[in-house]
């Protein structure tokens, strides 16, 4: 075998959804994060191919590249993307940064438990409490969330959502709607069904995700969803976005109280543990509490000889 380029990575699960932390890429001169973030899909078009498609990645894979930070307050600066390509800000990518740069003692604890993440969207706060090594939780606020609209309907299916804006832009349909069971036996199903629905979507909307609420265990304080990327994949966690767009239907809806605390779980048995921290004229602040966990630190080599070196992928 012939080593042509290495790559070394960290990967970590948040409840359920994978990320893969890069830290090693190329030096490339940029003045902020902005154009960092124009310049990384095609600059580093090659890197993502290689560790991020099969053989050595996988669909649902999201991608963290850690960089120094630019801002004076912040500890740590992070670029979000999928194959897709990149994201503004992955609230559940800020949880797997924190927990393996600090576990891997590439970041020093503080007393304080508190840390700033840099990120296309400004300066993110994060609590992180560590025992013994080990990051046991992990607490981020997301908002403002808003409501937008009820009652749309899913072009010729006929079916109603309604359309919250979180970190992105949702589209929540309630199961009665979607007449299919959040569970595992019926995975076949629900694939066909995300991939259908953003066939009905109006793309003018600028939808970025779908999500399925099945609310019957609500006098539990808890509720089931399943999420979906606007490319119809399944989302392997609850989701940060997405519980926070659950949250603000149920409260808008006034199914909850804003003082609630809830648990949004998935098709998985993965959860997220979230309350609202703040209202102000129908838009909501949430805070989960989380954590995340390494499954591996690895080193990608690169044989100039090998025919898969683009990777392909499986969805």
Not at 39 to 64: D, S
């Amino acid at each position: 075998m012939k080593i042509h380029k290495s790559y070394s990575t960290i990967d970590v699960h948040v409840a359920g959804e994978a990320f893969r932390i890069v830290k090693d890429l190329p030096f490339i001169s940029y003045r902020n994060l902005e154009d960092l973030y124009k310049q990384f899909p095609h600059v580093f078009a090659e890197e993502i191919n290689l560790l991020f498609n099969e053989p050595r990645g996988f669909a649902g894979l999201n991608g963290c590249l850690v960089v120094p930070p630019l801002q004076a307050e912040a500890d740590v600066a992070v670029l979000f993307f999928n194959h897709q390509g990149t994201l503004p800000i992955h609230y559940g990518g800020i949880v797997a940064v924190i927990t393996a740069l600090l576990e891997s003692g590439q970041l020093k604890a503080k007393h304080s438990n508190q840390y700033h993440v840099e990120t296309l969207n400004g300066v993110i706060p994060v609590t992180a409490v560590i025992q013994q090594d080990e990051v046991v939780s992990v607490n981020i606020e997301i908002g403002p969330c808003r409501l937008l609209q009820t009652g749309l309907q899913a072009g010729a299916l006929q079916l109603d959502f309604s359309l919250v804006q979180a970190d992105q832009l949702y589209a929540v349909f309630h199961k009665k709607e979607a007449s299919v069971e959040i569970r595992m036996e019926a995975l076949s199903d629900l694939k066909r069904w995300g991939k259908n629905i953003f066939q009905h979507l109006d793309p003018k909307l600028g939808i970025k995700g779908a999500v399925i609420l099945d609310d019957t265990t609500l006098g539990d304080h808890r509720v089931l969803s399943l999420s979906y990327r606007d490319d119809g994949l399944i989302v392997r966690s609850p989701g940060f976005g997405p519980t926070a767009a659950v949250y603000t239907y149920l409260i808008s809806n006034g199914a909850i109280q804003s003082d609630q605390p809830f648990i949004n779980e998935s098709i998985f048995c993965s959860k997220l543990q979230g309350q609202a921290v703040g209202t102000s004229e129908g838009e909501y602040r949430f805070r989960f509490t989380c954590r995340g966990f390494i499954t591996g630190m690895h080193t990608f080599l690169l044989d100039p000889t090998d025919p898969l070196a683009a990777g392909f992928l499986l969805k």
